[in-house]
């Protein structure tokens, strides 16, 4: 099991950008999948990217994609969102996550972070 935190979530105006991270503990980092998830209130967690354990593979949601950039730093133990020209529909708790499989389900990832609320006002 892998210990996940993320920061860097806030309040921003829509087409603002934020920057969030992923602190993980524990010594294999490197060889899980990572992922971004989101629950705005009321719905259920849905996908938003994911990257690969050694960094060579990335996916998004079509809904993110394009304004998006989902990273990692092995050697730092970090996981990055950058979040360009936000939209209120962007507002959520996201949350990041770390698994075995090269999945997009919630059920994919075994390891999850409490969370950071980004609101993005209109």
């Known amino acids: 099991q892998v210990q996940l935190a993320e920061s860097g979530g806030g309040l921003v105006q829509a087409g603002g950008s934020l920057r969030l991270s992923c602190a993980a503990s524990?010594?294999?980092?490197?060889?899980?999948?990572m992922g971004w998830f989101r629950q705005a209130p009321g719905k259920d967690r849905e996908f938003v990217a994911r990257i690969s354990w050694n960094g060579d593979n990335t996916s998004y949601a079509d809904s993110v994609k394009g304004r998006f950039t989902i990273s990692r730093g092995n050697a730092k133990n970090t996981m990055s969102l950058q979040m360009n020209s936000l939209k209120a529909d962007d507002t959520a708790v996201y949350y990041c996550?770390?698994?075995?499989?090269?999945?997009?389900?919630?059920?994919?990832?075994?390891?999850w972070g409490q969370g950071t609320q980004v609101t993005v006002s209109s």
């Open positions: 524990g010594r294999t980092f490197s060889t899980y999948n």
């Open positions: 996550a770390a698994g075995m499989n090269w999945g997009i389900r919630p059920a994919d990832f075994g390891s």
